[in-house]
């Protein structure tokens, strides 16, 4: 039995795993569920689901894994994204919390009906989101052995996730924030170059989120 991912038809809380599965050239079956709102899980996938939600997982043996972060951490340690030294495990966590808290504030951002309104918070947030963790993660990867790498100096999960997020806003919201970054442009290019990861991008599905 091969590898089931269970989620919405959109990148969201799923996309980093996929591109983990993809990097690691592991075969998936990438089960999607349709992204009408309101947003409802079908019947059968939810009576599968742990906590009634998505992403899930049913490994190759028949075992579930469920909540977006162990899905992604597991599939990052089982393919070697994770470094060994338990500080620098640590740093990636860290670093993978800050991507989830910038990329909750840019989701919020969708939720606001009227366009201009839409508009004005989309620019409270990129401020915000820029003093608070852009410019941190500039000036991280910048001081990098190789200028390249949020951790050490081999890639880890936590570099696909920030490239992850970075490409997100920029499906989303139309942003491209790498002109005002270089290093995360550097970051961002060398996760999209990896064999699978260019792969995946090709071949994946295009969706609005
Ligand atoms: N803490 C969970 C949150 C999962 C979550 O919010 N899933 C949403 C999709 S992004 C969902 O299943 N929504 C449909 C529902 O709640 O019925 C995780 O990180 O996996």
């Known amino acids: 039995m091969s590898i089931k991912l ?37 019947p059968e996938i939810k009576a599968k689901c742990t906590w009634g939600q998505v992403p899930l997982v049913e490994l190759e043996d028949g075992k579930k894994l469920a909540q977006s972060l162990a899905i992604t951490r597991y599939f990052a340690k089982k393919h070697s994204l994770v470094p060994e030294d338990i500080y620098e495990a640590a740093l990636c966590d860290e670093y993978v919390d800050s991507i989830r808290e910038f990329l909750q504030a840019w989701y919020l951002v969708t939720h606001e009906k009227d366009p201009e309104k839409r ?25 990098s052995s190789e200028g390249k790498h949020l951790v050490g100096n081999a890639l ?12 997100n806003i920029e ?5 491209n924030l790498l002109n005002d970054y270089p290093a995360l442009k550097k970051l961002s290019e060398n996760v999209l170059q990896q064999k699978g990861i260019q792969a995946w991008i090709q071949r994946r599905p295009v969706t609005k989120f």
């Open 156 to 167: 880890t999960w936590a570099d696909i996730y920030l490239t992850h997020g970075l490409n």
């Open 6 to 42: 269970y989620y919405f038809d959109g990148r969201g809380l799923a996309e980093p795993t996929r591109l983990i599965l993809a990097y690691a050239g592991v075969e998936f079956e990438d089960i999607r569920a349709p992204l009408d709102l309101p947003v409802t899980i079908p």
């Open 119 to 143: 508009q004005e918070k989309r620019a409270e947030v990129l401020k915000s989101t820029k003093q608070r963790f852009f410019d941190v993660f500039e000036s991280i990867v910048a001081k």
């Open 171 to 175: 499906l989303v919201h139309e942003i």
